[in-house]
């Protein structure tokens, strides 16, 4: 299993250093990928640990403030970065060209792309999944290499079970998944939203899943370290 760390805007230094200390006690089968908020990345390597990025500039490195760019990234030893998460999309309005923009940033680096894509509870209701998603995936991954799309990895999260307590059933996320695979049938595809170490027990049933995106419980080293004991 592959599950990623999302820290969102969370931790300060002092905090961020006995959290990373605490997860390299972890000891799991599954490939951790911390994702700390830029300022954190690089500050210390963790065992068996790799590290990875919330965001990307859309554009090379230059006269842009405020933004960090993939070479940057990858001089600090990013080896994955989120793209295209629903707060991003939502809050600072990124569109799918933007999406597909930062992935191509990206893999001139040699970074992988998690690419986050899901539908609000709004477009659920109105039988709208496949249409968003669409969208979303068509964008993001047109022009890339077969090689490119073998390596990209898929967060599916539902935007109205991210930091909720609600989740889709496992029919609601097979059905997703499989959507998924008809434009990337060999890419690994997680799960995100509300995951953790309660409905996990029935998030396993999903032989579909490759790994999990975490927010919430990745600050919870405790429940976090259940969790990947559940994984295995
Ligand atoms: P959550 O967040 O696990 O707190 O729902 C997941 C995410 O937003 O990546």
Redesign the pocket.
């Known amino acids: 299993m592959i599950v990623?760390l999302?820290n969102?805007c969370n931790l300060k230094k002092d905090e961020y250093l006995e959290y990373i200390n605490q997860l390299d006690s972890i000891s799991s089968s599954s490939q951790l990928i911390i994702c700390p908020t830029f300022l954190n990345v690089g500050m210390k390597e963790v065992h068996n640990v790799k590290l990875g990025a919330q965001n990307v500039s859309a554009k090379e490195q230059g006269a842009h403030t405020g933004e960090v760019s993939s070479d940057q990234l990858k001089s600090y030893g990013v080896q994955y970065t989120?793209v295209g998460?629903?707060?991003r999309r939502e809050s600072q309005k990124e569109t799918n060209a933007e999406v597909h923009e930062k992935l191509v940033r990206l893999f001139e680096q040699d970074i992988t792309p998690i690419l986050?894509i899901g539908e609000s509870l709004e477009e659920r209701q109105a039988n709208q999944v496949e249409k968003v998603l669409e969208e979303e995936l068509t964008t993001a991954i047109e022009g890339l290499t077969e090689e490119q799309k073998e390596r990209l990895i898929i967060?599916y999260?539902p935007i109205w079970?991210?930091?909720?307590g609600v989740i889709p059933t496992n029919e609601e996320i097979r059905d997703v998944f499989l959507f998924i695979k008809k434009y990337l049938p060999t890419s690994k595809i997680l799960y995100?939203?509300?995951?953790?170490d309660e409905n996990i027990d029935t998030l396993k049933e999903i032989k579909e899943i490759d790994g999990y995106?975490?927010?919430?419980?990745?600050l919870k080293i405790e429940k976090l370290k259940v969790f990947l004991s559940k994984c295995e």
Do not use: D, M, P, Y
């Not at 079970?161 to 909720?164: F, L, N």
């Not at 995106?213 to 990745?218: E, I």
């Open positions: 990623a999302n969102k989120i998460h629903s707060e986050c967060a999260e079970a991210i930091g909720t995100g939203g509300s995951a953790n995106l975490l927010g919430g419980l990745s």
